[in-house]
């Protein structure tokens, strides 16, 4: 998993990884698995692009 992005293939993974984590839901881990990046770089490419993360763990309603 040693992937590098530059230039406009880092805002292509910027934009995925956005759409992948806000609007369909998913977590760290499986935008990582789905960008075939380390989680610490999902959460980089996330926290670059403005994304506020969630609380850590599964969401539990009232």
């Known amino acids: 998993m040693n992937v590098r992005f530059t230039g406009a293939e880092r805002a292509a993974a910027h934009k995925r990884a956005t759409d ?3 609007r369909d839901g998913l977590g760290l ?3 990582a698995q789905q960008l075939g990046v380390s989680f610490g770089l999902a959460r980089n490419l996330l926290l670059e692009a403005g ?3 969630r609380p850590r763990g ?3 309603p009232s």
């Open 20 to 22: 992948l984590y806000v």
């Open 51 to 53: 994304v506020e993360l």
């Open 29 to 31: 881990r499986a935008v």
């Open 58 to 60: 599964r969401h539990r």
